[in-house]
C-alpha cells in the first residue's frame, strides 16, 4: 500500500513490478491421494494401500495376504473395498483413489455396471460394498492410472510377495526365483 501525496488515509496505487502488489496465495490441496493394488498369483492374493496427506507425506500403508480362488479382478475389487475402509476409518472427506485396473475403476464409476462371470455373485457383492462406502466420504475420485503411476502400492504387494516367498522356503530362495515375473523391485517411499 502507498500513501499518496501526503494524505492521511491511504489510497491504493499499484506500482508496476513493485512489492506492494498483492499477493495471490497459493492454493492449498486438500485432497489426499490413496493408492490399491492387488497381485493374484497361484490362489495367492497380496493386496497393498498407501494413503498420502495433501503434502504427499506418508500417512498410511499396508500389505495384506490373502488366499482364495478367483482371479485378479477378485483381487483388485477387494483392495480397492478395503482402501476404501481405511480412508472413512482415518476420517479423510477429499480423497483421490487409484487403481491400475481399469476393469475395477470402470465398474465402480458406472452405476449399473454388473459383473457377468462365474465369480459374479462375490465381485457384484463387493462392488455393492464399495458404492455402499463411497458416500462416505464427502468427495471422492476413482482414477484409473497406469501401473507406473501407482508405483507406490505395486511396490509394496512386490516387495511382501517376494518376503512371503522367502520365508516359503525357510529364507533359502534366489532372489530372482522370488520375485518371478515380479521385476524392478523397487520401494518409493
Aim: a positive charge; hydrophobic letters at 35%.
Amino acid at each position: 500500500m502507498v500513501y499518496e501525496g501526503g494524505a492521511t488515509t491511504p489510497s491504493l496505487v499499484y506500482v508496476k513490478g513493485g512489492s506492494d502488489l498483492p499477493k495471490k496465495k497459493k492454493k492449498v490441496s486438500k485432497t489426499y491421494k490413496a493408492y490399491c493394488d492387488a497381485s493374484f498369483k497361484e490362489g495367492q492374493v497380496i493386496l497393498s494401500m498407501v494413503v498420502l496427506s495433501p503434502r504427499d507425506k506418508l500417512m498410511y500403508q499396508t500389505t495384506e495376504k490373502h488366499t482364495f480362488e478367483g482371479g485378479s479382478t477378485r483381487a483388485e475389487l477387494m483392495a480397492m473395498r478395503n482402501l476404501l475402509k481405511h480412508i472413512v476409518r482415518l476420517n479423510i472427506q477429499d480423497a483421490i483413489v487409484i487403481s491400475d485396473s481399469q476393469q475395477v475403476v470402470r465398474a465402480v464409476n458406472t452405476p449399473d455396471w454388473q459383473f457377468k462371470s462365474e465369480q459374479q455373485k462375490v465381485l457384484n457383492a463387493m462392488l455393492q460394498t464399495i458404492r455402499e462406502t463411497i458416500p462416505l466420504v464427502r468427495k471422492i475420485r476413482i482414477e484409473h492410472r497406469m501401473r507406473e503411476e501407482n508405483g507406490l502400492a505395486d511396490s509394496l504387494c512386490r516387495l511382501r510377495r517376494q518376503d512371503v516367498a522367502v520365508r516359503k522356503h525357510g529364507g533359502k530362495v534366489d532372489a530372482k526365483q522370488a520375485a518371478t515375473s515380479e521385476s524392478n523391485i523397487s520401494l518409493l517411499i
